[in-house]
């Protein structure tokens, strides 16, 4: 499975990591406990959250 990647990227790491620990938060509450939630730096130095299920081969 692939990357999903969230639409918005973001000025602060802090931000970022708060945006996928929502997102990781509401997937658990859904009963998805297998995801896989990832902040990550573009070249540009904003930062993105990307998100996949755990089972995928990396």
Do not use: I, P
Not at 2 to 27: F, P
Not at 28 to 40: E, H, R
């Amino acid at each position: 499975m692939s990357w999903v990647y969230e639409a918005r990227l973001y000025d602060s790491k802090s931000v970022a990591s708060y945006v996928a620990m929502c997102v990781r938060d509401d997937h658990l509450l859904t009963g998805a406990s297998d995801l896989k939630v990832q902040v990550y730096r573009t070249k540009k130095g904003n930062y993105g959250v990307r998100y996949r299920k755990s089972d995928a081969v990396e």
